[in-house]
């Protein structure tokens, strides 16, 4: 029923299951990167034929030296980079939930939630993590230490549940294990992936 | 034929004619003192139309044109727009809402198709039934006319409360 | 092409096709009714919707038939009950996510997606989760979303990027969360709207018809768009005398554009029922004085009286009759017999930007249709930007390239965005067009042309490498910017280059809807140009009788030539620069309240349809004019009908001989003039006086670097387009408005400071 729908900003219009996509800015300045980045950027473009293709590798690269997402800025260096439209960016990055188009914590916890997973207790993982943190799936704790995603398949089904931080994986799950990758967290012992 | 046969005949026909009539006066009356009394009126009776609103007092109509489309006689006029306020303060239960929403009685048959077309349940047939007025261009009615919350109701009427609540000539003799 | 011939039985029947036709199309030519959504003929292949499903014997599973070339022997069952369970479960899916609010969707009504749940839809909905909602959003200021009625055909997404070549629309996120949109949230491109033509579904919306009327109550006239010389055939509908919308969607309208239309055609279609349209006649009793409304017969009678002061005391010649590129083939007709049989006067003209006269006369080779040009093997463009000024031309030529394989070659003074797809792009310094021709003509001159234009004489020999290695059609389309001795020049090139194998089509792009039509009546073949005639104004010339109005770059500091005049009539629809000095205003009717024909740039002969009865008391330009005559005297005899009119004038016009109005109704097959093909001729003396005057360019200008901005011709505010809002948000930058909920109409102010101001004179094509 149309009078039971609720005013949400454009910014906030999905369930808070479902955090992708998010919109950003229209970028109007291009990033500028250190000529090492550069380099590490121009052997990824150099691995394929065509130069569009290394639309992956240096998303992550932008990621990773500007503060774990894709700015604006980023985006409209990736865009001139790469020679495509900052459409095409938008449409690569809002399908792969490792890259960000909003700024995440530190730790970025993805919690599987595809069958295996869920069928094993995904959904106590992250229910567990929501109360740890008292932040919800989609959301970044006020420390900007944690940020909580739901995300789809992640390949590990045979050690379901699981979850990845940064680029590592953390499997067959449980309360406990969770509270202990937390506590490492905090501590700074684990790699993020990014910085 | 002779005159005295012409008398016993009309005194007959007097006699049998009176026996009818003076025979009802004690029985119940079942003419309708209208305007004195209310005429009572069925539930599925299609008076004048109503335009409904929601529980906030949001119009429920949606400007769809689906009654002007169902209208045999061509009488829902209708002009749509959009209001860009936020919910609580719309019109309307949508952004869309009717601006002008005219129904002219001069052509109405009352089918009763628009109700049966409305998809948001926002008209329906309601029991005001004394349309008549002294200009033919009054028998246009706006949605002032027509709202629920303005339209004046009729004292003359009340709505049968089952099957076997009725008036006039529908009750059995 | 091969023209191999293959069986293949549908449902039990035998058909002969042509090898590699697809299998949908094949079966729907054989009346085997097949649904999709996704398929669109002429775009890339998606199969996601799936709903296009048949049996193919020996293959395991149904097969999408849209992704399905045929083969020889290839049995296939379109109506089975496995064939209908699958089909019913994949439209059950489709609507799993619908919101189903179709009495608030724009598309209720004429939607496909209401079309195929009426034939394969359950009637009951089995899915009870709670939906992906979203709300409705403007993406632009013409262009509305739903994302939640999205079905993801992703028809626009691909209409976008191989029609316009813009990919400013993309489906982003993934799963049940994939929605169509565009980075930012705010869609920065030319605003074609052709997203929204090929949507199945109410996800993008006409942000200016939106929620004003619903299809059924529309009247849907066919008729010419009347803003570029490309001369789209489009749908109006309008609902009580009034244009609420401009489609060209396919159940309504099957012309030369298929379902494209540009930003101007789509939604500039405001300005026929604006406020400020004229509403009477009005007439300036004494110079320097106020325009006092009138009657019809008081203003004709005023304005003829003084036609007749004027002619006896300066005689016949002493009067002007300017025609327009924007008025009918009928309307400019009257307009030249008035000059030449009411007046007796030599002086009539258009006022088109320029002249086409030299290139026809000089004609070696057809027209090419657009058709022609979605499948030629080579273009030359040299000059021009279709892109901006006949979108359908640049969207043809981006077909060509990137479907066709054709090889495009670019001759511009400035980066256009079609060199993005060219073969070879010439950047020449502007102004150097001319030399860029010369070359292509003749290998002589490569080097003075090449030193000229800045560019390596190489450059120049590949490109008349690529146009002389052509086997098919070779298209050369040229602008503006030749001078006339080019025009001939060019038009007489395929005289020396045809062979068997290569054939040479031309494509003249001029701005106007009907600029080829007005110089085919012969209006601008009169002793005067727009320009000149305002010279002479106040000299010999005392009177002009104007329909339309004088290009602002015509009147461009001469604006006191016309107050000159003892006597200037005006057809207009809008108070203009041109109407502040006229004696006698009449209110013309525009386009969409006229019958006539445009001719467009391929030289096709298209009708122009009444859509509603004309504005307050307005009257087409034709009756007008023939009015006017009437009042002077003489009976036109044209008895009211545009048809009478037209039948005249093709039998007064060589190009047009034989053409009447029930030949041209059918728009989907458009009748072509024959323009004359000029014999080869003798061109030393052009080729000399080009000579000279290439020499004399500079040789140290500077060339324009960088790309044009999408949009800074087509957004422009015009006289037409400038009274839709939507168009000074849009030149004025397209700015997000704060909430995208809401149309940016409402929050944002239009004022004149938003107008964009540079070059906005000069408005083109509007």
């Known amino acids: 029923m149309s009078s039971e729908r609720p005013i949400q900003s454009p910014g906030n219009q999905f369930t808070p299951n479902n955090p992708l996509p998010q919109e950003a800015k229209l970028p109007n300045e291009i990033a500028t990167f250190s000529p090492e980045v550069i380099a590490e950027m121009d052997a990824h473009i150099a691995k394929y034929p065509v130069r569009r293709s290394a639309i992956l590798p240096l998303m992550f690269i932008v990621q990773r030296e500007r503060g774990g997402y894709l700015d604006p800025p980023g985006v409209a260096f990736l865009a001139d980079k790469l020679g495509v439209r900052i459409t095409d960016i938008w449409e690569v990055a809002t399908f792969y939930s490792m890259i960000n188009t909003e700024p995440v914590g530190k730790y970025h916890l993805q919690v599987c939630r595809t069958l295996s997973c869920k069928i094993l207790g995904a959904d106590k993982i992250t229910e567990h993590c929501t109360q740890k943190l008292g932040i919800k799936p989609g959301e970044t704790t006020e420390d900007g230490i944690f940020s909580l995603s739901e995300v789809e398949c992640l390949g590990s089904c045979g050690t379901a549940p699981m979850m990845q931080i940064g680029f590592d994986y953390y499997e067959n799950l449980t309360t406990e294990k969770v509270d202990g990758l937390l506590e490492r967290c905090r501590g700074g012992g684990m790699s993020n992936g990014v910085r | ?122 008209i329906t047939h309601g029991y005001n039934f004394e349309l008549s007025v002294y200009t033919r261009a009054d028998l246009l009615k706006t949605k002032d006319d027509l709202l629920i919350t303005k339209q004046k109701q009729s004292p003359n009427y009340r709505v049968a409360f089952s099957d076997e609540d009725v008036d006039s000539e529908y009750k059995e003799i | 092409m091969s023209s191999e011939s293959i069986k293949v039985t549908i449902n039990g029947s035998d058909y002969q096709v042509e090898k590699g036709a ?176 090929v949507c199945p579904t109410g996800t993008l919306l006409d942000g200016t018809y939106r929620h004003q009327a619903r299809p059924w109550e529309l009247e849907q006239t066919i008729t010419t768009c009347t803003f570029c010389s490309d001369g789209c055939q489009m749908s109006l509908g309008s609902r009580g005398g009034e244009v609420m919308r401009a489609v060209a969607r396919d159940r309504y309208v099957n012309g030369i554009n298929g379902e494209f239309l540009c930003i101007k055609g789509r939604f500039a279609h405001p300005f026929v029922n604006h406020e400020e349209r004229l509403r009477t006649p009005m007439i300036r009793y004494r110079k320097g004085g106020k325009l006092i409304p009138a009657t019809w017969d008081q203003a004709l009678e005023f304005a003829a009286n003084k036609l007749r002061e004027t002619a006896d005391a300066h005689g016949a010649e002493a009067i002007g009759v300017v025609g327009s590129p924007r008025i009918t083939n009928e309307a400019n007709y009257a307009l030249l017999k008035f000059a030449n049989e009411v007046v007796g006067t ?27 040009i979605r499948f030629a093997k080579t273009i030359v463009l040299v000059g021009g930007e279709p892109e901006e000024l006949q979108p359908l031309t640049g969207k043809q030529i981006r077909q060509a390239v990137r479907n066709g394989g054709a090889k495009l070659i670019v001759i511009n003074s400035r980066a256009i965005r079609l060199q993005q797809q060219a073969a070879q792009f010439i950047h020449i310094r502007p ?48 602008g503006g910017e030749l001078s006339p001795a080019a025009q001939s020049l060019l038009a007489q090139i395929p005289h020396a280059a045809s062979t068997d194998k290569r054939r040479f089509l031309f494509h003249p792009l001029p701005l106007y809807n009907n600029s080829v039509g007005a110089h085919d009546i012969g209006l601008m073949g009169g002793a005067h140009t727009a320009s000149s005639l305002l010279g002479a104004a106040g000299a010999e010339i005392r009177a002009l009788y104007v329909a339309g109005s004088f290009l602002p770059d015509h009147l461009r500091g001469q604006e006191e030539a016309l107050s000159k005049l003892d006597l200037l009539i005006v057809q207009e629809l809008f108070e203009t620069e041109t109407t502040r000095y006229a004696d006698v205003v009449l209110p013309a009717a525009s386009f969409a309240e006229t019958d006539g024909t445009f001719t467009n740039n391929d030289g096709l002969v298209q009708r122009v349809r009444a859509s509603i009865p004309p504005a307050h008391q307005s009257k087409p330009d034709w009756m007008i004019t ?141």
């Not at chain 3, 998606?46 to 293959?59: D, F, G, H, N, P």
């Not at chain 3, 049995?75 to 699958?86: H, L, M, N, P």
């Not at chain 3, 089995?126 to 262009?143: D, G, T």
């Not at chain 3, 055909?153 to 993934?174: H, N, P, S």
């Open chain 3, 22 to 197: 697809r299998l949908i199309d094949v079966c729907r030519s054989n009346g085997h009714a097949v649904p999709s959504f996704c398929y669109y003929s002429d775009l890339a292949l998606q199969a996601s919707c799936r709903t296009c499903l048949v049996r193919i014997e020996k293959m395991p599973k149904l097969q999408t038939s849209c992704t399905i070339t045929c083969t020889d022997g290839m049995i296939v069952t379109t109506e089975s009950d496995e064939i209908e369970k699958a089909r019913r479960g994949m439209v059950e899916f489709l609507l799993a996510n619908h919101p189903l609010d179709c009495p608030v969707c724009d598309r209720g009504g004429e939607c496909e997606l209401q079309e195929m749940v009426f034939d394969w839809g359950g009637l009951e909905e089995r899915f009870r989760e709670r939906k992906n909602y979203a709300p409705e959003k403007y993406l632009s200021p013409v262009v509305a979303n739903d994302p939640q009625r999205c079905i993801l055909c992703k028809r626009c997404t691909r209409v976008c990027d191989e029609w316009m070549g813009e990919d400013a629309i993309e489906a982003g996120g993934r799963g049940v969360n994939t929605v169509i949109g565009t980075y930012g949230g705010w869609l920065n491109c030319s605003q074609c709207g052709n997203c929204i033509e």
């Open chain 3, 431 to 478: 102004g150097a067009e001319d030399a860029a021709v010369l070359a292509l003509a003749d290998e002589r001159f490569d080097e003075l042309a090449a030193k000229k234009l800045g560019v390596d004489a190489s450059e120049l020999s590949t490109a008349r490498g690529t146009v002389l290695d052509t086997e098919g059609n070779c298209i050369i389309m040229f």
């Open chain 2, 1 to 122: 034929m002779s005159i005295i046969s012409d008398i016993i005949d009309s005194t007959k026909a007097i006699i049998k004619g009176m026996s009818i009539t003076l025979a009802q006066i004690p029985k119940e009356k079942w003419t309708v003192q209208y305007p004195d009394d209310p005429v009572t009126l069925q539930p599925r009776y299609r008076g004048q139309h109503l335009l409904h609103v929601d529980e906030l007092g949001r119009e429920k109509c949606v400007a769809c044109f689906l009654c002007a489309a169902a209208c045999p006689s061509d009488c829902i006029y209708i002009i749509a727009d959009d209001d860009p306020r936020p919910e609580e303060e719309r019109i309307g239960v949508d952004e869309r809402y009717a601006k002008i929403y005219n129904i002219d009685y001069g052509r109405c048959i009352f089918c009763g198709y628009c109700v049966e077309a409305c998809p948001k349940d926002a």
């Open chain 3, 346 to 372: 030599s002086n009539y003209t258009a006022t088109d930007r320029f002249s086409l006269a030299p290139f026809f006369e000089s004609l070696g080779a057809g027209l090419a249709t657009h058709r022609d």
């Open chain 3, 626 to 766: 023939a009015a006017l005559a009437q009042t002077l005297g003489m009976d036109f005899n044209f008895q009211m009908s545009a048809s009478t009119v037209f039948r005249e004038l093709a039998e007064r016009t060589t190009a047009y001989n034989g053409m009447r109005y029930p030949l041209l109704k059918d728009e989907t097959k458009p009748v072509q003039a024959k323009h004359a093909i000029a014999p080869r001729r003798d061109l030393a003396d052009e080729i000399e006086a080009l000579r000279l005057s290439i020499e004399s360019l500079d040789e140290t200008a500077e060339k324009i670097m960088g790309t044009p901005p999408v949009g800074h011709e087509l957004f422009k505010p015009g006289e037409l387009t400038g009274k839709v809002p939507q168009f000074h948000l849009l030149a004025a930058g397209n700015p997000k408005p704060p909430d995208v909920l809401i149309s940016p109409l409402y929050q944002i102010t239009i004022d004149a400071g938003l107008r964009r101001t540079d070059e906005a004179v000069a408005v083109a094509g509007d």
